[in-house]
Nanobody
């Protein structure tokens, strides 16, 4: 049984930082590209980032580029999202997901990801 668990969300003031973690069990973690998504109530999921199976190829959304850094530690089956210079617009539920392939092809489409966590809430106040 595959389990995907996010952690690290919370409430911060604008300009602050958070580090999200995503730990996966039940599959061979280093065979899969991993993605971060965000979702506001009543809206669809938007991609934040994708990292390939070795961490050698990374993509970011325009809003994340330059402020967020994704990384992974395959020895710990864990992916991270370092979020700096947070803005109130970053407030959302953040999810991680496992891509069925090792690469970030079609990385922006939530439907291309196979296993999802329950999410961790990020709140940024002005």
């Amino acid at each position: 049984q595959v389990q995907v668990v996010e952690s690290g969300g919370g409430s911060v003031q604008a300009g602050g930082s958070l580090r999200l973690s995503c730990t996966v069990s039940g599959l061979r973690f280093d065979d899969h590209a991993m993605g971060w998504f965000r979702q506001a109530p009543g809206k669809g999921r938007e991609v934040v980032s994708c990292i390939n199976y070795r961490g050698a190829t990374i993509f970011y959304s325009d809003s994340a580029e330059g402020r967020f850094t994704v990384s992974r530690d395959n020895s710990k089956n864990t992916m991270y999202l370092q979020m700096n210079r947070l803005k109130p617009d970053d407030t959302d539920m953040y999810y991680c997901a496992a891509n069925p392939t090792a690469y970030c092809a079609d990385w922006e489409r939530p439907s291309d990801y196979e296993y999802w966590g329950q999410g961790t809430q990020v709140n940024v106040s002005s």
